[in-house]
T-cell receptor, first 112, second 115 residues
């Protein structure tokens, strides 16, 4: 079956450093990928997405990298701030299925 | 533009009861998806509706059902509640119309506790 996994349940980084959160997926037919941020007591918030015809996409302080060969994607957060503390999920979809498979989440802790 | 709203925000029920949760998508969005979030299992897909039709469903028992109305609002129902149904139920809406790549916007969720 389909599965999406994250490499680390918790990641602690120093304020100002860069953060890298990883995600692996199993289905090679997956063609749309999203990163979400979830703060305590709130629903997931969209951060950035990428389609399978790309291998890199940049947003404000965030970059998503997609390696389809090894079925891996990562979220890079530059100059991590205390407000970045949250749980980060990757979500993977296959076009036409109208369904997203979520990873288990990585809790990012920003140390002052 | 108002975001996705879910009601109620918190709910306490006892085993054997049934519950109905409501979701109002972002205005103009026609696709609504439901997810169950628990600490052990993470976010798990329940079902997705578009124009009142269920287009896909996850691996949940038949006790979990949903529907969508002509105004795109959606409800999900869980019958014969079990302790394991305690979770945060999240609703997400997206444009959905023909475009396979759709950013989903999530609501704040309904926290269901089954005693």
């Amino acid at each position: 079956g389909e599965s999406v996994g994250l490499h680390l349940p918790t990641l602690s980084v120093q304020e100002g450093d860069n953060s890298i959160i990883n995600c692996a997926y199993s289905n090679s037919a997956s063609d749309y990928f999203i990163w979400y941020k979830q703060e305590s007591g709130k629903g997931p918030q969209f951060i950035i997405d990428i389609r399978s015809n790309m291998d890199k996409r940049q947003g404000q302080r965030v970059t998503v990298l997609l390696n389809k060969t090894v079925k891996h994607l990562s979220l890079q957060i530059a100059a991590t701030q205390p407000g970045d503390s949250a749980v980060y999920f990757c979500a993977v979809s296959i076009s036409g299925t109208y369904k997203y498979i979520f990873g288990t989440g990585t809790r990012l802790k920003v140390l002052a | 533009k108002a975001g996705v709203t879910q009601t109620p925000r918190y709910l306490i029920k006892t085993r054997g009861q049934q519950v109905t949760l409501s979701c109002s998508p972002i205005s103009g969005h026609r696709s609504v998806s439901w997810y169950q979030q628990t600490p052990g299992q993470g976010l798990q897909f329940l079902f997705e509706y578009f124009s009142e039709t269920q287009r896909n469903k996850g691996n949940f028992p038949g006790r979990f059902s949903g529907r969508q109305f002509s105004n795109s609002r959606s409800e999900m129902n869980v019958s014969t509640l079990e302790l394991g149904d305690s979770a945060l139920y999240l609703c997400a809406s997206s444009g959905g119309a023909g475009n396979y790549y759709n950013e989903q916007f999530f609501g704040p969720g309904t926290r269901l506790t089954v005693l």
